[in-house]
T-cell receptor, first 117, second 116 residues
Framework: AQTVTQSQPEMSVQEAETVTLSCTYDTSESDYYLFWYKQPPSRQMILVIR??????QNATENRFSVNFQKAAKSFSLKISDSQLGDAAMYFC??????????????FGQGTILTVHP | GAVVSQHPSRVICKSGTSVKIECRSL??????MFWYRQFPKQSLMLMAT?????????EQGVEKDKFLINHASLTLSTLTVTSAHPEDSSFYIC????????????FGPGTRLTVT
């Protein structure tokens, strides 16, 4: 079964500092995509960043970047220059049952990020 | 682009009644839509996968006769909670998958259902 593990239920960071959220996953696919979603208090799920597994280069979106280790099936999210608006629950997602073609995603348990001013 | 709407945002219904939640992709055609349930501070639990023009596929443990899903067009999927009970109270989220290469899902804002 596809599993995604986020081992940090809660994390905190000072404003302007850097924080890394961990994620490991399990998939039998050879080509797939990985995602980090953010869910702020409004509960609207927002796509933060995606990583294509066949690309060795780590994805970057402004202050958000990933450390993708395919062999280790690790996909961590680094937030630089943290801002108060980054406070949210963050979910890592990988292909669900049936693989990428079915479109399902398996989500991790989530990490609640608190940003201190 | 890639906006998904969900209606209503909040609904309160009496035990034993049915309630319908709509999910619309506003600026793209969604070949597949997904319905999730989420409890406070927990992850999203996939309930079913909805494909336009065909029957929904339900995840194990989800009662298909209780949670009726209809995907009548490429922009609309509905979830009807039939004979609702207090234990059905939850936050329901839909998402839509476009035809793009990245397979990401675009999420609606969610519906808070309270059954009294």
């Amino acid at each position: 079964a596809q599993t995604v593990t986020q081992s940090q239920p809660e994390m905190s960071v000072q404003e302007a500092e850097t924080v890394t959220l961990s994620c490991t996953y399990d998939t039998s696919e050879s080509d797939y995509y990985l995602f980090w979603y953010k869910q702020p208090p409004s509960r609207q799920m927002i796509l933060v960043i995606r990583q294509e597994a066949y690309k060795q280069q780590n994805a970057t979106e402004n202050r958000f970047s990933v450390n993708f280790q395919k062999a280790a099936k690790s996909f961590s999210l680094k937030i630089s220059d943290s801002q108060l608006g980054d406070a949210a629950m963050y979910f890592c997602a990988s292909p669900g049952a049936g693989g990428t073609s079915y479109g399902k995603l398996t989500f991790g348990q989530g990490t609640i990020l608190t940003v201190h001013p | 682009g890639a906006v998904v709407s969900q209606h209503p945002s909040r609904v309160i219904c009496k035990s034993g009644t049915s309630v319908k939640i709509e999910c619309r992709s506003l600026d793209f055609q969604a070949t597949t839509m997904f319905w999730y349930r989420q409890f406070p501070k927990q992850s999203l639990m996939l309930m079913a996968t909805s494909n336009e023009g065909s029957k929904a596929t339900y995840e194990q443990g989800v009662e298909k006769d209780k949670f009726l899903i209809n995907h009548a067009s490429l922009t609309l999927s509905t979830l009807t909670v039939t004979s609702a009970h207090p234990e059905d109270s939850s936050f329901y989220i839909c998402s839509a998958r476009g035809g793009g290469a990245f397979h990401e899902q675009y999420f609606g804002p969610g519906t808070r259902l309270t059954v009294t």
